[in-house]
């Protein structure tokens, strides 16, 4: 088993793994020959679960072998690689990944060549505590299996959602987040005191990827008015762990399954590579957030 890379985006994969480490505890990162693939574990006590996946993060030094398909999945401590990555800070000429082993600790090791005021270079290898899982446990991490979601809608600015939430998770656990197909977004808490509630609109709606979707989404439109708004009521801190992981990328989603949960994505992108914030330039991944609905006894 062997696995060595040389990053060609350390930004990029700074920025990830420090987004990541606010989501959850502990990770997997699953190395494959074309992508790295990256799933939470660790406890779910808020419900809060996400999986993600980015290209082109290393360079054409990039080698892996193992006898599961050339795939090594990893599991470690998202703040242990995260404080590695913030002791390495520095603009490198060099950031090579490796995976190494020390007696029989299995080890992923940060090693970073840079140069110094001086203008020599100098090295710093910084190494993490990992287990590599075998095949059959690594097979049985999948994404959550989920219903067509009701609506599909592009957010307004996270930052400006975050501190909405913030302000309603002082009034409540849980927050109602809601959408309609004409462009209405909502968050909002109810309880005996109070009913608060915000409101963005003039909203992207996501359509569906193929004629038969579309052909769905019609039927739907004429059995639902287009201001009714589709709900989903979910955990504020699980909700409030996504929208502080959001410096990663710019343009993000909400997917609402009603009576089973609410999906947002992410969209990560090369800040480097993108001329636009909105477009397609540099985008490199994908991560999301899957958080179930809580029912009316607060369970989820």
């Not at 998202?78 to 090579?96: C, G, H, K, V, W």
């Not at 109602?176 to 509630?197: I, M, N, P, Q, Y």
């Not at 004629?211 to 287009?226: A, F, G, Y």
Request: charged share 25%; proline share 4%; with cysteine.
């Amino acid at each position: 088993m062997r696995l060595r890379a040389q990053s060609i985006n350390v930004t990029a994969f700074s920025k990830l793994v420090d987004s990541i480490s606010k989501l959850s505890k502990r990770a997997v990162f699953r190395f494959t020959p074309t992508e790295l693939k990256i799933i939470s574990t660790g406890d779910f006590d808020d419900g809060v679960r996400f999986f993600g996946s980015v290209v082109e993060l290393f360079g054409t030094n990039y080698r892996i072998e193992s006898n599961a398909n050339n795939e090594i999945s990893l599991e470690l401590s998202t703040y242990a690689l995260s404080s590695a990555l913030r002791q390495s800070s520095a603009t490198p000429i060099e950031f090579i990944i490796r995976l190494g082993k020390l007696g029989r600790t299995p080890f992923l090791s940060l090693n970073l060549t840079a140069v110094g005021p001086t203008g020599v270079d100098y090295s710093v290898e910084q190494c993490v505590a990992v287990k590599v899982l075998k095949p059959i446990d690594a097979a049985a991490l999948r994404e959550p299996s989920c219903p067509d979601p009701e609506i599909k809608i592009t957010l307004p600015k996270l930052s400006d959602v975050c501190k909405v939430a913030e302000r309603l998770k002082s009034l409540s656990d849980t927050i109602t987040v809601s959408a309609s197909k004409a462009g209405g977004f909502r968050l909002g808490v109810s309880t005996d005191h109070a009913d608060v509630e915000t409101e963005w609109r003039g909203l992207s709606i996501v359509s569906g990827p193929s004629e038969e979707t579309q052909e769905e989404e019609s039927v739907s439109r004429s059995k639902h008015s287009t201001n009714e708004f589709f709900q989903a009521k979910v955990r504020s801190r699980g909700l409030l762990k996504f929208l502080h992981a959001h410096p990663i990328g710019r343009a993000s989603i909400a997917c609402i399954c009603e009576g089973h949960s609410l999906i947002m994505l992410i969209y990560i992108k090369d800040v480097s590579r993108s001329n636009m914030e909105d477009s397609n330039d540099g985008l490199v991944g994908t991560l999301f957030a899957y958080l179930p609905v809580v029912n009316e006894d607060g369970d989820q």
